[in-house]
């Protein structure tokens, strides 16, 4: 690789961290516990609006799984979010009502409370509607896995995103707060992701699952990206480029073997597909504020009003991380 | 204080996670073996107090001289040296040492192992390889360990200790070995007999040995099973501490969920725990083990445990293409997840060659996978394994891994399909199909004017098709002829082929199936022909080049 090239992902990466100082400007500080931060906590890191409904079944996943401190950026939530996280006694919650889309959709907020919290820490970023599954997270806590992958040497971890449904409309099962979502979308597509690899940021680009089979089936190539890298241990040098699906530097980007090895990897469950997706279309498609003119979001509501079933007799229900290991979404690689 | 003090002496060498250093201390204590805690040096004094008083004062119980251990390091033997003559002197009675760490585990009672010892008072258990069997090591240096020089630590100045390696390589600089010593080594936990510990201890050349040893790369797997070799009387070269290493040399981590795994092990004791692993701990430093049934060790399950995640590690799960997997597009792995047939041709020349394909190979036989209007799954469906959508669209976004997904979902049944130049013909597609070893692939070149003959329109139109698919079909030939090839590949033209067509299709059906199913469903019929001759001589008349013709006459 050239020197000049290494120059310019180094300017595009101080300049993207400068954005982000930028951007926190309207970043206003409504609990801040992260006095409370011991050296070697697991830290998650999350966006959000109006997820009320799903806060406490989200918060209980995570404290499960060994995370000490959630920090949160609220963008201007109206249906009393904020208001739960401030009494929640592992929450920092920070509030802004600038634009999602102007700050990189949300990334902006979130590089910058990495930078200030995150340096020395092993951190997960992730939405309130994605859960984290990788090896053995059935008997090991998540300091196991960091632990391993500190020891190897490891500083990422990736973790694709698996889009998971319900049998039937979305809205034919009511999600409770506090319930296990995947009680109601428990069904995934196995083996229908295709994968690139990117060869300015060294990442690879997959696309697939349902959200292609049945949602965008007019324009593959128009698919979200399901790629992710949510579990990184900080410095104050690094920088999500665009959502988590890319960092830099971009070595960061490299969760993969391109020898026939496999690297250990996980998964995020994306419980998007909920009854409450509807309302959530709306609203976003009213704001505007989402990915490519919220293409994605416009696309559901025209799906869901028809009232497609996005199950299909090849769909898989879900049974654990095995079985996912198994079908080859995720692996364990030599963590034995 | 118990009345009698044990045999054993256990030696436990701790840095971290000084509770469960703690712990081990306390078994051991609890059946009257006497302890050594050696603390590393860079332990804080705040923590060292802190487990001082966490185990109070106990009559079995002594804190040898701290150093700083350094992995691999020299003082490691040194402490080990110490605490092992403390034990000796303070404890007459002790005739075994147990060398331990912080992160060993006792995977039976304590009385299990002092029975062991009584019943082998005069053996000497250590690992114990001479460096001409090198096999032990992974990852790192054999021989050379014992005859360079090693002034740089390999942890934190790699790139000097490299460098150091290559220089004493290329200036065949050797050091000798001193007399009589004869290099060994193996684990540095082992369960030596006080008279060997002793001999090492007191050899009047120790001074000697160890201004020798100190220069040596990783000590502590050599200094002790060395010496063992020259003054042990009984060596059992085989460590009573169960540890697996993987391909770098680094220790294996034992978590809550190996406990099934460790009770078949035979070994005494195993080391790494992760220091979380609080099922371990409470369940084999306590009796629970009583209330369990026995199991018979099986060593080798453990074994296979740890090659399994090894070879998942390196080689991969063939055909896999995946978020933590994506060989390169020349790397040696196998391209796809299983073997499959491709054939070009044969359904314009025989009667219900799909169906037939089926019953006689029992495979999985699709129409056009590649068809331009749809993914042609067998019978029809919408959606097959895996959740693969029928769309076009969606197949022609990436058609490679359109194939490798179905393959991977549906092994280890064999996949057939027809594949023509009628079909969407992607380069990157038919490249890796004639590079992939598992593809069978089957050819009649020009076949396809069989389907052109029978196929709707006017002739002016079938010339203009004829034209597209002839040059598709070049393009799918010339792939296949490439000297890069891999794939088991028949060609042949629609005249050879009709030559003998039933000999040629048993060819391939018998390299899927097998002789016996050709026997019991024989050969399809063949389509039927008729007007062939006149409608290629109209085609000839119209236009089409001759060229494209000549190799379809029979």
């Not at chain 1, 128009?222 to 960092?247: C, D, E, G, Q």
Request: proline share 5%; with cysteine.
């Amino acid at each position: 690789m050239g020197v000049l090239r290494q120059l310019r992902l180094r300017a595009e990466r101080q300049a993207k961290l400068l954005r982000c100082l930028r951007k926190s400007a309207s970043l206003r500080t409504i609990q801040n516990r992260t006095d409370l931060i011991r050296p070697r906590d697991a830290l998650v890191f999350t966006t959000l609006r109006n997820e009320l409904v799903r806060l406490p079944y989200f918060l209980d996943y995570y404290r499960a799984q060994g995370v000490r401190q959630f920090l949160i950026v609220d963008n201007g939530s109206t249906d009393g979010s904020a208001e739960y996280l401030a009494q929640q006694r592992d929450v920092s919650l920070w509030t802004t009502s600038a634009s999602y889309k102007a700050a990189g959709y949300g990334v902006d907020w979130l590089n910058h409370l990495l930078w200030l919290y995150g340096a020395g820490h092993w951190v997960l970023v992730v939405d309130v509607d994605e859960f984290f599954v990788y090896p053995f997270c059935d008997t090991r806590p998540l300091q196991a896995l960091t632990d391993w992958l500190e020891s190897q040497g490891r500083r990422s971890f990736g973790a694709m995103l698996l889009d998971m449904y319900p049998k039937g409309p979305v809205t034919a099962q009511p999600y409770v707060s506090g319930q296990n979502p995947f009680e109601i979308a428990r069904w995934f597509d196995a083996g229908n992701y295709t994968i690139r690899r990117n060869p300015e940021y060294h990442n690879l680009w997959i696309q697939g699952g349902v959200r292609q089979r049945v949602v965008m089936a007019h324009d593959p190539g128009k698919a979200p990206a399901l790629n992710k890298i949510p579990l990184v241990l900080w410095t104050r040098k690094y920088a999500f480029k665009s959502s988590t699906h890319m960092i830099l530097p971009r070595g960061l980007n490299r969760v993969y073997d391109q020898g026939g090895g496999e690297l250990a990897s996980g998964v995020l469950l994306h419980a998007k597909f909920l009854d409450t997706i509807v309302a959530k279309a709306q609203e976003e498609l009213q704001r505007g504020q989402h990915y490519a003119r919220s293409r994605e979001y416009r696309a559901y509501e025209d799906t869901l009003a028809r009232n497609q079933d996005l199950w299909c007799e090849w769909s898989t229900e879900y049974i654990n991380w095995r079985q996912l290991e198994i079908l080859g979404l995720m692996s364990k690689g030599d963590w034995a | 204080m118990s009345a009698q003090t044990a045999r054993l002496g256990v030696v436990i060498l701790c840095h971290t996670a000084l509770r469960r250093a703690a712990q081990l201390a306390r078994f051991w204590l609890q059946a009257d073996c006497p302890v050594v805690l050696h603390v590393d040096r860079s332990v804080s004094e705040a923590d060292l107090q802190a487990l001082k008083s966490d185990l109070g004062a106990h009559p079995l119980l002594r804190f040898s001289p701290r150093h700083r251990c350094d992995w691999g390091s020299w003082r490691l033997v040194l402490a080990s040296q110490e605490a092992s003559a403390l034990l000796l002197k303070d404890f007459p009675s002790v005739g075994h040492v147990l060398l331990s760490s912080g992160s060993c585990l006792p995977l039976r009672p304590a009385a299990a192992l002092l029975a062991h010892l009584d019943a082998h008072p005069e053996t000497d258990f250590i690992e114990s390889v001479s460096i001409t069997h090198a096999d032990w090591i992974t990852g790192g240096l054999s021989e050379e360990r014992f005859t360079l020089y090693f002034p740089f630590n390999w942890r934190r100045q790699r790139w000097l200790f490299d460098r150091c390696v290559d220089l004493q390589r290329k200036l065949e600089l050797r050091r000798r070995i001193p007399a009589p010593l004869r290099p060994h080594m193996g684990s540095q936990w082992w369960c030596l007999t006080r008279a060997t510990l002793d001999a090492i201890l007191t050899d009047p050349n120790r001074t000697r040995y160890e201004r020798y040893f100190r220069q040596n790369w990783i000590p502590d797997e050599s200094y002790f099973q060395t010496l063992a070799r020259l003054h042990a009387r009984e060596i059992e070269s085989r460590s009573l501490t169960l540890v697996k290493f993987d391909r770098h040399g680094r220790p294996n981590l034992f978590y809550d969920d190996h406990l099934q795994l460790l009770r078949r092990s035979d070994c005494f004791l195993a080391r790494k725990i992760w220091p979380e692993a609080e099922r371990l701990y409470s369940f084999f430093l306590s009796d629970q083990a009583k209330g369990l049934d026995p199991v018979t060790p099986e060593p080798a399950k453990i074994d296979r445990y740890f090659e399994l995640a090894e070879k998942q590690r390196v080689e991969g799960r063939a055909g896999l293409y995946m978020q933590s997997r994506f060989p390169h597009a020349d790397s040696a792995t196998t391209k796809s997840a299983a073997p499959y047939s491709v054939f070009t041709g044969f359904e314009h020349v025989f009667q219900n060659f799909d169906y037939w394909l089926g019953q006689v190979t029992g495979a999985r036989v699709h129409g056009h996978l590649f068809a331009p209007d749809a993914v042609h799954f067998h019978g029809g469906a919408r959606v097959w394994h895996g959740a693969i959508s029928n769309s076009a669209a969606i197949r022609d976004y990436n058609p490679r891994m359109f194939l490798t997904n179905l393959l991977w979902a549906t092994r280890p049944e064999r996949q057939c399909f027809l594949h023509g130049p009628g079909d969407v013909m992607d380069g990157t597609l038919s490249w890796f199909m004639a590079t992939d070893t598992n593809a069978q692939i089957s050819v009649i070149r020009g076949a396809w004017l069989l389907g052109l003959q029978d196929a709707p329109g006017s002739d002016a139109e079938k010339i203009a098709r004829a034209g597209l698919l002839h040059r598709q079909e070049q393009d799918w030939v010339e792939n296949l002829n490439s000297r890069h090839t891999l794939a088991r590949v028949r060609i042949w033209s629609l005249a050879e082929f009709m030559q003998d067509p039933s000999a040629r299709l048993s060819e391939i059906v018998r390299e899927i199936a097998g002789e016996a199913a050709l026997a019991a469903h024989g050969v399809p019929p063949l389509r039927a022909a008729d007007g062939f001759e006149p409608f290629l001589a109209r085609l000839r008349n119209q236009g089409l080049p001759a060229q494209v013709l000549k190799e379809c006459q029979f």
